[in-house]
Antibody, heavy 118, light 107 residues
């Protein structure tokens, strides 16, 4: 059974940093591109970042480019999102999601909450 | 970026009825549209991709249609477990973008 379990969220002050993790199981992690997607309270879904299976290709949404860094450790089956210079508008539930080759997200974690507030 | 306009925002229906949710892209995305279901406390579930291909495990009462800029998700013979939030997503080009969501409620 495919499982994606996020962790590392919490309350953080504006301008500070936070690092999210997503541990994958039930599939060969190193074969799949992975993504972070977020959802602000009461809002819709926003794709945040993508990393290819071997980390060769990385893309970011314009809203986080230069502040967030996606990475992965295939030996640990873990996806990361390093978030710096956090803003109140980054407050959201952050999901990790597996990307199928066709560009759609076939498995999602349950999400981890990040709250940016003073 | 491709803008996705989803309608209606809210929908109320009774079990056994059929409903349709629409999604319009700001430019052609060929057939590359996915539909997801979101329910509290559960992982988001992929229902349909490439416009009309049912993901494994999606009940046959769900169907997707459309191409180019206009797409529709139809749910026939609604079951109680079908109520929740639905999102469309274009998977034709980066950045992948989502519709604003449709909340399907029990009438």
């Amino acid at each position: 059974e495919v499982q994606l379990v996020e962790s590392g969220g919490g309350l953080v002050q504006p301008g500070r940093s936070l690092k999210l993790s997503c541990v994958a199981s039930g599939f060969t992690f190193s074969n799949y591109g992975m993504n972070w997607i977020r959802q602000a309270p009461g809002k819709g879904l926003e794709w945040v970042a993508y990393i290819s299976s071997g980390s060769s290709y990385i893309y970011y949404a314009e809203t986080v480019k230069g502040r967030f860094t996606i990475s992965r450790d295939n030996a640990k089956n873990t996806l990361y999102l390093q978030m710096t210079s956090l803003r109140s508008e980054d407050t959201a539930l952050y999901y990790c999601a597996r990307l199928e080759l066709g560009g759609y997200f076939d498995y999602w974690g349950q999400g981890v909450m990040v709250t940016v507030s003073s | 970026d491709v803008q996705m306009t989803q309608s209606p925002s809210n929908l109320a229906a009774s079990p056994g009825e059929s409903v349709s949710i629409n999604c319009k892209a700001s430019k052609s995305i060929s057939k590359y549209l996915a539909w997801y279901q979101q329910k509290p406390g559960k992982a988001n579930k992929l229902l349909i991709y490439s416009g009309s291909t049912l993901q494994s495990g999606t009940p046959s009462r769900f169907s997707g249609s459309g191409s180019g800029t206009d797409f529709t998700l139809t749910i026939r013979n609604l079951e109680p477990e079908d109520f929740g939030l639905y999102y469309c997503q274009q998977h034709n080009e980066y950045p992948f973008t989502f519709g604003s969501g449709t909340k399907l409620e029990i009438k």
